[in-house]
């Protein structure tokens, strides 16, 4: 088990930087995208943390191999769904992070969580949403027969795969394909909008105003900028 602390001061670790924390369950291959992009000094952003929700969790070995820091927050550990909502919480808050990155975490957070995260969380589906939401993405938009699906980047709330959307990539679907191929296809366009995506809020900063998001300033602007933009955070709700 992998398990290394954040303390409160983290921010510390990293002056200046856009902070990002990245939830796993799996082999985080979307993550890998992440750490890659960051080393090639093509993100903009530092990942300050990783956590998982099971010790098992190969991401959390790359991420160790990178040099970040890890934690794991099991739903076991804890009496109850909301205490563990606060514990993995506090977890990430002691790293202060900018943006908190769903790659392929599969527990659903609760309402302290969203509280302290929800215009700051960003997760990724295998489908257009709201088309095909759940975990059949990929099989389901070959069940119905459509002719073009996609990945779609979202900042979560309390619905399931029903938050505001930040971007969407199409991916085309072929005539024989399999929900292997379709799923592989699909896999690979997400984690280059990922990256991209990342960037361009690390860069420019966003707002949140019911359904729709926004990035806060021009890619000229910001780069011609010494400060990066602080993201701008609605109160109001979908």
Do not use: C
Not at 69 to 74: D, I, S
Not at 80 to 97: E, K, Q, Y
Not at 100 to 116: N, P, Q, W, Y
């Amino acid at each position: 088990m992998i398990d290394h602390a954040g303390t409160a001061d983290g921010a510390a670790d990293h002056p200046g930087a856009f902070r990002l924390v990245v939830l796993i369950s799996g082999g985080g291959s979307n993550l890998a995208a992440l750490i890659a992009a960051e080393q090639a000094g093509e993100l903009g952003a530092t990942v300050v943390a990783v956590g998982a929700d099971r010790p098992s969790a190969a991401g959390l070995q790359l991420a160790a191999d990178a040099g970040v820091p890890t934690f794991v927050e099991r739903v076991g550990d804890h009496p109850d769904r909301v205490g563990w909502d606060h514990a993995l919480a506090d977890r990430i808050s002691a790293f202060a992070p900018d943006l908190v990155v769903s790659a392929g975490f599969l527990k659903l957070v609760g309402d302290e969580f969203l509280r302290r995260f929800g215009d700051r969380y960003l997760n990724t589906h295998n489908s257009l949403l709201p088309a095909f939401p759940g975990i059949h993405g990929p099989a389901d938009a070959l069940a119905y027969g459509v002719k073009v699906t996609g990945a779609t980047l979202f900042f979560v709330d309390d619905g399931v795969d029903t938050g505001p959307i930040l971007a969407q990539v199409a991916v085309p679907v072929h005539d024989d394909d399999t929900v292997d191929e379709l799923t592989e296809r699909i896999k690979q366009a997400e984690r280059r909008q990922l990256v991209e995506q990342v960037g361009l809020l690390a860069r420019r900063g966003w707002t949140v105003n019911g359904r729709r998001v926004s990035l806060t300033v021009s890619e000229r602007a910001s780069e011609s900028s010494a400060q990066r933009p602080a993201p701008q955070r609605s109160k109001g709700r979908a």
